[in-house]
């Protein structure tokens, strides 16, 4: 069965500062998809990436970036120079989507606090 | 506008009566999936569609019913709400299940 785990419940910086979000994940497959969503104080929830199992780069999106490491399982999230408005609860995901099924599992989520 | 619309937002009832929450999406997305979210255990996958008339159990089905008669809406079916049926809950669609999904603004239910 797949797992995500993000074993930061809770994190709080101060404003400037650079964050990483932690998420490991366990599956049997070799074909599979990753996900971080954001879920600010409003509730919703807002997707911000999706890699799949066979593309290793790291991606840059503005004060974003993606760590995605194969060989420990893990898909890190770094904010640089966080800012008030990351305050939110970050989710990670992971989707196996196998023949006749589909299963997206979702981590506990960790909750960012930006401090002013 | 591309969306997921929930209906209702909020929603207080009682135990045992039963309730319907409804999900439409216009993207014409396959995939259709309802969550709840708890305090402390994330988001959790109740039941999933991948096209009309397909559905299955995610990972917590118990309590819940759903139904996929258009590609467009995927209502969740409380027949006999408990108080442990108390949460927030999201409908999501997704053109996949290897592409993002998209989610609905959340209902919040109690059950009292």
């Known amino acids: 069965a797949q797992k995500v785990t993000q074993a930061q419940t809770e994190i709080s910086v101060v404003e400037k500062e650079d964050v990483t979000l932690d998420c490991v994940y366990e599956t049997r497959d070799t074909t599979y998809y990753l996900f971080w969503y954001k879920q600010p104080p409003s509730g919703e929830l807002v997707f911000l990436i999706r890699r799949n199992s066979f593309d290793e780069q790291n991606e840059i999106s503005g004060r974003y970036s993606w760590n995605f490491q194969k060989s420990t399982s893990s898909f890190n999230f770094t904010i640089t120079a966080s800012q008030v408005v990351d305050s939110a609860v970050y989710f990670c995901a992971l989707s196996e989507s196998g023949a006749g099924s589909y299963q997206l599992t979702f981590g506990k989520g960790t909750k960012l606090s930006v401090i002013p | 506008e591309a969306q997921v619309t929930q209906n209702p937002r909020y929603l207080i009832t009682v135990t045992g009566k039963k309730l319907t929450v409804t999900c439409s999406q216009n993207m014409n997305h396959e995939y259709m999936s309802w969550y709840r979210q708890d305090p402390g255990l994330g988001l959790r996958q109740i039941y999933y569609s991948m096209n009309v008339e397909v559905t299955d159990k995610g990972d917590v089905p118990e309590g819940y019913k759903v139904s996929r008669k258009e590609k467009r809406n995927f209502p969740l079916i409380l027949e006999s709400p408990s108080p442990n049926q108390t949460s927030l809950y999201f409908c999501?669609?997704?053109?996949?299940?290897?592409?993002?999904?998209?989610f609905g603004q959340g209902t919040r239910l109690t059950v009292v």
């Open positions: 999501a669609s997704s053109l996949s299940g290897r592409q993002e999904a998209f």
